[in-house]
Nanobody, 122 residues
Framework: QVQLVESGGGLVQAGGFLRLSCVASGRTFSSYRMGWFRQAPGKEREFVLR????????DTADSLKDRFTISRDNAKNTVYLQMHSLKPEDTAVYYC???????????????WGQGTQVTVSS
């Protein structure tokens, strides 16, 4: 069982930066691939980024490659999402999730955090 808790969301102006953190409970964090997803009002949950168990392999949604990055610190049971040059269309609830597999599909992820709201004002 893995419990995930996100933090770091908030209100930021367009062009700004935010770093989200996701802390996992349990001793098996390093065995999970981690992902970040987001869901805007009235839209489906969409893939943002994912990272391998050791952190050496990452994958970012094509539209976000130049602005968003992911990293993890297995010693701290934490995965991070760094978001640069934020735009109003980035406004969403951001979720971290853990998966035993390597996928961009939400249904593959077994464990989810409660989400953290990111609002980007124009």
């Amino acid at each position: 069982q893995v419990q995930l808790v996100e933090s770091g969301g908030g209100l930021v102006q367009a062009g700004g930066f935010l770093r989200l953190s996701c802390v996992a409970s349990g001793r098996t964090f390093s065995s999970y691939r981690m992902g970040w997803f987001r869901q805007a009002p009235g839209k489906e949950r969409e893939f943002v980024l994912r990272i391998s168990t050791g952190g050496g392999i990452t994958d970012t949604a094509d539209s976000l490659k130049d602005r968003f990055t992911i990293s993890r610190d297995n010693a701290k049971n934490t995965v991070y999402l760094q978001m640069h040059s934020l735009k109003p269309e980035d406004t969403a609830v951001y979720y971290c999730a853990a998966s035993p597999g390597w996928s961009t599909e939400p249904h593959v992820y077994n464990y989810w955090g409660q989400g953290t709201q990111v609002t980007v004002s124009s």
